[in-house]
């Protein structure tokens, strides 16, 4: 499942940097599927949805920091435990209960992402 930021952050900025994905944005920021990833132009995604990577995408939040469920893998292929969660002073990065994937679509979703050499 993604990890979500939840309305008890600080906006300290700690998590947006330890995203391997750039899914992490400042509050009120448009995102790209583009951004750190290997996507460009248009794209059809792991969950059927299509897209074009380099258009730029509502915010999810205009207040918080957000992390963009299409592209958090909760860093899998990365790391061993999602990193936004384990930099987080307050502990408001948790799991999202409204984006449910088992650890096979997430790493499918991490391929997709990202060309392995």
Not at 42 to 53: F, H, I, S, Y
């Amino acid at each position: 499942m993604a990890i979500v930021i939840t309305d008890e952050c600080i906006n300290c900025g700690a998590c947006e940097p330890e995203c391997p994905n750039t899914a992490i944005y400042e509050g009120a920021d448009d995102w790209r599927y583009a951004d750190g990833t290997d996507l460009e132009g248009n794209v059809v995604l792991p969950n059927g949805k299509e897209a074009d990577a380099n258009e730029a995408q509502e915010p999810i939040s205009d207040e918080i920091y957000y992390i963009v469920p299409d592209k958090c893998t909760e860093c899998k292929g990365f790391h061993e435990e999602p990193q936004c969660a384990a930099v987080c002073p307050v502990d408001c990065c948790v799991p999202d209960d409204e984006h449910v994937e088992s650890d096979e679509e997430l790493l499918a979703k991490q391929r997709f992402m990202h060309e392995e050499d």
